[in-house]
């Protein structure tokens, strides 16, 4: 007799492999899931809390990562990070905690000055920029 992978089994697979590509909140995965065929809401609550039990999902480590790129990389202002950090789905609190400790408020003005260079520089050229 075949064995055949119970719904529970299934979903929880694709929970993993979900995860396993990239880092998601518990919103995003649920949205993921939500779509599948053999979806049940209260199974896929149950996953949930197992991958958050199990650090599979970590929203602190999105939400720190995701705020270092916007700040270092990107050159975000703390509010746009907020609203992505807010739409992933991520509980305020721990926007706040980790915008406070990884990007305070003084900060907002040196990333400013560094995308305002960064503009600069993209719109009089490589070559003269040593002349400033």
């Known amino acids: 007799m075949d064995y055949k992978p119970s719904t529970k089994d299934s979903l929880r697979s694709a929970a993993y492999r979900a995860v396993s590509y990239r880092p998601l909140t518990a919103k995003e995965l649920r949205i993921k899931l939500q779509k599948r065929k ?3 809401h209260d199974r896929i609550e149950v996953i949930i809390q ?8 970590d929203e602190t480590s999105i939400a720190e990562d ?5 700040k270092e990389v990107k050159l975000l202002a703390r509010r746009l990070l907020q609203r992505d950090l807010m739409r992933r789905g991520i509980p305020q609190e721990t926007i706040d ?22 503009k600069l520089r993209s719109k009089i050229g490589a070559k003269h920029w040593s002349v400033l």
């Open 38 to 40: 053999d979806a049940d």
């Open 50 to 57: 197992e991958l958050l039990k199990d650090r599979y999902i």
């Open 66 to 70: 995701v705020i270092r790129r916007g």
């Open 97 to 118: 905690t980790v915008l406070n400790e990884k990007y305070p408020e003084s900060d907002e003005s040196d990333v400013a000055t560094m995308l305002a260079l960064k």
